[in-house]
């Protein structure tokens, strides 16, 4: 079974620009959560999705926001880009909301310039 | 809040050597505990995870870990280390029943040395 893919791989941006990155999990699985992770702050947890339903949100601005469509993939957007949002953003999926274990994707390395 | 301290960001040992990463959590529920492992450039992988029940996990790669309720503690431990094992480890906690937010520490960089 295909593990989580996440493109692009990596990404350059400069600041006040928007970025949408894509995540499809692992067939079958129906939760799709999103993490940052930089040097300064660790790893953080941004927001979970299921079913379409966002049902967990992690402590981040508006500009962060995400979406999962009906065959499961997600997309998460940040707009008006900073400096700051430099990060490795990981997907992980689920088979089942709350109770399995997460599989993480490769991740997307975004560079904001 | 559930919190996760990982003790010391460097850890070292020599081939064959034990390896102990240790990991202490903040919860006021009973948490569900993991161990991810990250190579570089790459995204994490599961190592191993307690949930209920036998409170020493074993997992993958020689790797193993117990859960300690009274010490609020989650060390992970192999008995001989390998050349391959080294990476970056992370220890993470979630409520039970809502394990598609997991809270990291901040991890334990592994050097393996010959």
């Known amino acids: 079974k295909a593990g989580v893919t996440q493109t692009p791989r990596y990404l350059i941006k400069t600041r006040g620009q928007q970025v949408t990155l894509s995540c499809s999990p692992i067939?079958?699985?129906?939760?799709v959560s999103w993490y940052q992770q930089t040097p300064g702050q660790g790893l953080q947890f941004l927001f979970e999705?299921?079913?379409?339903?966002?049902?967990n949100k992690g402590n981040f601005p508006g500009r962060f926001s995400g979406r999962q469509f009906s065959n499961s993939r997600s997309e998460m957007n940040v707009s008006t880009l900073e400096l700051g949002d430099s990060a490795l953003y990981l997907c992980?999926?689920?088979?089942?909301?709350?109770?399995?274990?997460?599989?993480f994707g490769p991740g997307t390395r975004l560079t904001v310039l | 809040a559930q919190s996760v301290t990982q003790l010391g960001s460097h850890v070292s040992v020599s081939e064959g050597a034990l390896v102990l990463l240790r990991c202490n959590y903040s919860?006021?529920?009973?948490?569900?505990l993991f161990w991810y492992v990250q190579y570089p450039n790459q995204g994490l992988q599961l190592l191993l995870k307690?949930?209920?029940?036998?409170?020493l996990v074993k997992g993958i790669n020689g790797f193993e870990a117990e859960f300690k309720k009274s010490e609020t503690s989650f060390h992970l431990t192999k008995p001989s280390a390998h050349m391959s094992d080294a990476a970056e480890y992370f220890c993470?906690?979630?409520?039970?029943?809502?394990?598609?937010?997991?809270?990291f520490g901040t991890g334990t960089r592994l050097q393996v040395f010959p």
């Open positions: 992980a999926s689920s088979s089942e909301w709350g109770t399995d274990t997460q599989y």
């Open positions: 067939s079958g699985h129906r939760s």
């Open positions: 999705y299921f079913s379409e339903t966002q049902r």
């Open positions: 919860s006021s529920v009973p948490p569900y």
């Open positions: 307690y949930t209920t029940g036998a409170t």
């Open positions: 993470a906690v979630s409520e039970a029943g809502n394990t598609d937010k997991l809270i």
